[in-house]
Antibody, heavy 119, light 108 residues
Framework: EVQLLESGGGLVQPGGSLRLSCATS????????MTWVRQAPGKGLEWISA????????YYADSVRGRFTISRDNSKNTLYLQVNSLRAEDTAVYYC????????????WGQGTQVTVSS | EIVLTQSPGTLSLSPGERATLSCRAS???????LAWYQQKPGQAPRLLIY???SRATGIPDRFSGSGSGTDFTLTISRLEPEDFAVYSC?????????FGQGTKVEIK
């Protein structure tokens, strides 16, 4: 059974940083691209970043490019998102999800981790 | 970036009624890359439809998807109590994914 478990969220001041993790099991992690998707309170879903199975290619939404860094450790079956220079508008639940290629839909999601940016 | 606009924002219906949800894209989307999700409060999204019209594993046949180009539709033929939720469309293109803002289906 595929399982995704996010952690690392919390309350942080504007300008602060966090490292989000997504621990995975039940599939061959290194064979799959992975993504992060967030959802601000009362808002729709927003894709923010993706990484190839090898980790050699990374992609970002304009809203986070230059502030967030996606990475993975295939030996630990874990996905990461380093979030820096946080703003109030980054407050959201952050989900990791697997994009199933080649149709690029998300069939498996974690339960999410809450990030709150506030002074 | 392709923008997806869903309508209506909220749909108030009774159990047993038919729900028709719209997803309009700012430019043409490949049907292969159009998906629909259901989300309930405090839960992660659940895949319903992929490839515009293919039901995901375990999804009841009262859910159906259709459309092409810039106009896509999710239809729930007869609403069950567990179907009251928020529904979002999603597309992939140009090395990025975008979602619609969601349609809330609420009990009338």
């Amino acid at each position: 059974e595929v399982q995704l478990l996010e952690s690392g969220g919390g309350l942080v001041q504007p300008g602060g940083s966090l490292r989000l993790s997504c621990a995975t099991s039940g599939f061959t992690f290194s064979s799959y691209a992975m993504t992060w998707v967030r959802q601000a309170p009362g808002k729709g879903l927003e894709w923010i970043s993706a990484i190839s199975g090898s980790g050699g290619s990374t992609y970002y939404a304009d809203s986070v490019r230059g502030r967030f860094t996606i990475s993975r450790d295939n030996s630990k079956n874990t996905l990461y998102l380093q979030v820096n220079s946080l703003r109030a508008e980054d407050t959201a639940v952050y989900y990791c999800a697997i994009p199933y290629l080649p149709l690029n839909y998300f069939d498996h999601w974690g339960q999410g981790t809450q990030v709150t940016v506030s002074s | 970036e392709i923008v997806l606009t869903q309508s209506p924002g909220t749909l108030s219906l009774s159990p047993g009624e038919r729900a028709t949800l719209s997803c309009r894209a700012s430019q043409s989307v490949s049907s292969s890359f159009l998906a629909w999700y259901q989300q309930k409060p405090g839960q992660a999204p659940r895949l319903l439809i992929y490839g515009a019209s293919s039901r995901a594993t375990g999804i009841p046949d009262r859910f159906s998807g259709s459309g092409s180009g810039t106009d896509f539709t999710l239809t729930i033929s007869r609403l069950e109590p567990e179907d009251f939720a928020v529904y979002s469309c999603q597309q992939y293109g140009g090395l990025s994914w975008t979602f619609g803002q969601g349609t809330k289906v609420e009990i009338k």
